[in-house]
């Protein structure tokens, strides 16, 4: 059975398009879909999602690790996928992960695209397909089996930025054997349209170069919140 786990901090308009989306994609497969509240969601999310007959959770502290990881320890499936609120799934989304579990992999990422025609939005995306120093970051939709997901101890919730990329680490680390699926996600260029492409680009490496170096997950977050304009 797979779980998907969706983090959110008042993404109504998304979820309205997603849920419906993924009851189709999931119609013939064991499966159930839990959103992750913020303990400072404020939307109307919660009626919305039980209009939709999804489950839906309010996290008491805040942190998107914290909301993955709550809703992991209810998740009924022997497969945890997480997926982004604005992140769009290929129709074959729950095939891929079927096959590559049963391929003996036991975690994977997919590939993506923007939901934009930007020429170097473009060439951001087409380093998804393959591993790289990006490789683990969330809009990638890390799917684990269950089992390892917890052997490994979970998000860190002291991670309160960069949650993704430190249990990727983890994962390397314990020759966790994962795979890329070359099958986009779409994903939202919204922090590209509120900011800027360079800007973005080099906040992303700007953090991910002092997250290697060792800086706490709070002092990078001070960082991002003083580089970038963002709606989580």
Do not use: W
Not at 137 to 146: E, S, T, V
């Amino acid at each position: 059975m797979i779980t998907i786990i969706i983090p959110a901090h008042n993404e109504k308009a998304n979820l309205i398009s997603l849920i419906p989306q993924l009851k189709q994609l999931t119609l013939n497969t064991p499966c159930d879909i839990l959103v992750a509240l913020s303990s400072a969601n404020d939307d109307g999310s919660e009626a919305v999602l039980s209009a939709l007959n999804v489950t839906s959770i309010r996290c008491k502290k805040q942190g998107r690790a914290v909301q993955m990881n709550t809703a992991a320890t209810m998740a009924k499936g022997n497969i945890l996928v997480f997926l982004h609120a604005d992140v769009i799934p290929p129709n074959s989304f729950i095939q891929d992960i079927q096959k590559t579990i049963a391929a003996g992999y036991e975690a994977g990422f997919f590939s993506y695209r923007f939901d934009s025609d930007n020429f170097f939005l473009k060439i951001n995306a087409s380093f998804t397909a393959k591993d790289g120093i990006f490789t683990g970051g969330g809009d990638q939709c890390l799917f684990i089996k269950k089992s390892i997901f917890e052997r490994l101890g979970m998000f860190d919730e002291n991670q309160v930025l960069m949650e993704d990329f430190e249990f990727f680490d983890r994962m390397k680390r314990n020759n966790v054997k994962y795979k890329i699926i070359k099958n986009d996600l779409i994903v939202s260029a919204r922090k590209y349209t509120k900011n800027s492409y360079l800007r973005v680009n080099m906040s992303n490496l700007l953090l991910l170069t002092l997250y290697r170096l060792g800086f706490s997950s709070h002092k990078l977050k001070r960082v991002h919140n003083r580089l970038l304009r963002t709606s989580y």
